[in-house]
């Protein structure tokens, strides 16, 4: 059988056509056109147009026997019965919400209540929050639709409005529980008229409509799969669905998850439990990653110079680089400071741009290194740990990355995780197995870390980590 797996990434669409039988696959990728300013605030219409395009290119000429789709978590727009927009869409970096975030998480009760219900922390990334946010800059919510941009495109595919339980993990509106549409939460913030999509299995399909049949060059009536978050695909495309078993990926964003027989919530609320399409996941993500590397080197080299030509430059020799704070887009795990910002500390009139560079290298690596510290806290120490995502295209920081965590890590095998998640999905809602020999039949990598250095980067964590605390939001020695 022919699968067309099709993805509205954070910035990209990407598309794998994946035979079972021949274990042929095809991956095409295009970075979304956005208009504005801010690409956190999104045309949802002009993504689902763009993402079709792109799926047009990948399936011409194939019989196509199932559609898989994967998104993100975190998105937000309102639509009216027709399906036509009344927002754009409010993807996971848009931090509206923040100042109404910051209010409510004052309230401790309040703050553990929704964390224990939900898995969610109080924060402006979740859709339940942006809802609040709508309402008080005057919008009237009710009766309208409520979908983030991958149950959009499945909506719109489709017809049906429907989404699954991992996907509405993390929305701040599902039980934590039992997987369901959490009516206290909902009553409380009198989003009762909101509609919600329909929970459906995480392997059930709807027919394609003709109108989106067209535009994809297929035939009306293929089956397309309910949508997954691509941070839950990732587990299902390393393989990762064993308790214990965590994949770490450093993209525009970074996070690590792990797989849990159940939900698990985090004594000082530093992680989330959400659901893999599988089950239960544990994790803790950063706003900040590959999009603060991005920031750097625009800013610092130009943003016509090439990564690789910094690459050479970098060096562990280099010693008391400033300490890099990577805020820039707030903060998420694990303190979930919506206002707090980023930037450079000790920083001294010798440092030049790589060593700025550098520093901002390993504050994204102490960062989340934090969050693993959290996540161990919480369930131990993983059986494995599986590391994706742009970090792998800089040897300097994947060998610093498994440095400060001092454990070894395996590289993962899929140069797009998430997608062959999508496509492993499909194949189990189509009877088959899990596993391909075209995906897995593969030599494992891995990354071990150099002791020598254990020293140095625990003297370079207690640095971030001092300040860290100094410039919490609010705290007297904050950073203004």
Wanted: overall charge negative; some cysteine.
């Amino acid at each position: 059988m022919k699968i067309l797996a099709l993805e509205a990434s954070t910035t990209s669409a990407k598309t794998m056509l994946f035979d079972t039988d021949t274990g042929a696959v095809a991956v095409r990728s295009r970075r979304f056109e956005v208009d504005g300013p801010d690409s956190a605030v999104r045309d949802a219409d002009a993504i689902y147009i763009q993402l079709m395009a792109l799926g047009r290119e990948a399936a011409a000429g194939q019989r196509i026997d199932l559609i898989v789709l994967s998104g993100t978590w975190h998105g937000l727009t309102l639509r009216s019965d027709d399906l036509s927009a009344v927002t754009p869409v409010m993807e996971w970096p848009y931090t509206g919400a923040q100042d109404l975030s910051a209010a409510l998480r004052a309230d401790d009760d309040f703050t553990w209540w929704f964390y224990e219900r939900t898995g969610c922390m109080v924060n402006a990334i979740y859709p339940v929050f942006k809802l609040q946010y709508l309402r008080s800059q005057g919008l009237d919510i009710d009766g309208l639709l409520a979908l983030d941009q991958a149950s959009l495109i499945f909506a719109r595919m489709t017809g049906e409005v429907w989404t699954n339980d991992s996907l509405a993990s993390g929305s701040g509106l599902l039980s934590a529980t039992d997987a369901t549409w959490d009516r206290e939460v909902i009553d409380r913030f009198d989003l009762g008229r909101v509609r919600l999509p329909e929970l459906h299995e995480t392997t059930a399909t709807a027919p394609l409509s003709a109108e989106a049949a067209v535009l994809l060059g297929l035939a009306a009536g293929t089956p397309v799969l309910t949508p997954g978050p691509d941070g839950g695909l990732n587990q299902v495309g390393d393989l990762a669905t064993e308790p214990g078993e965590m994949t770490f990926s450093m993209g525009t964003s970074g996070a690590l998850r792990v797989a849990s027989r159940h939900p698990a919530f985090s004594p000082t609320l530093s992680t989330w439990s959400y659901r893999s399409p599988l089950g239960a996941l544990s994790g803790a993500a950063t706003s900040g990653c590959g999009n603060c590397v991005d920031w750097a080197r625009d800013r610092l080299f130009g943003a016509s110079t090439d990564y690789l030509d910094i690459e050479p430059s970098l060096s562990t020799d280099r010693v008391d680089l400033p300490v890099f704070l990577p805020f820039l887009f707030g903060e998420r795990s694990p303190g979930w400071q919506d206002q707090r910002r980023g930037g450079f500390v000790d920083l001294a009139p010798a440092h030049s741009r790589v060593d700025m560079y550098q520093s901002v290298l390993e504050g994204i690596v102490y960062s989340l290194y934090h969050c693993y510290k959290e996540l161990t806290a919480l369930g131990g120490t993983p059986r494995r740990i599986i590391l994706s995502g742009g970090v792998l295209s800089s040897p300097f920081w994947t060998q610093l990355t498994a440095d400060v965590f001092g454990v070894e890590m395996q590289v993962s095998a899929q140069q797009h995780t998430s997608i062959v998640g999508a496509v492993r999905m499909g194949m189990l809602a189509s009877g088959l197995d899990l596993r391909h020999p075209a995906f897995d039949d593969v030599e494992v990598r891995t990354i071990a870390p150099r002791t020598e250095y254990r020293d140095r980067y625990d003297e370079g964590f207690a640095r971030y980590l001092d300040q860290y605390q100094r410039t919490v939001p609010g705290s007297q020695g904050a950073a203004r």
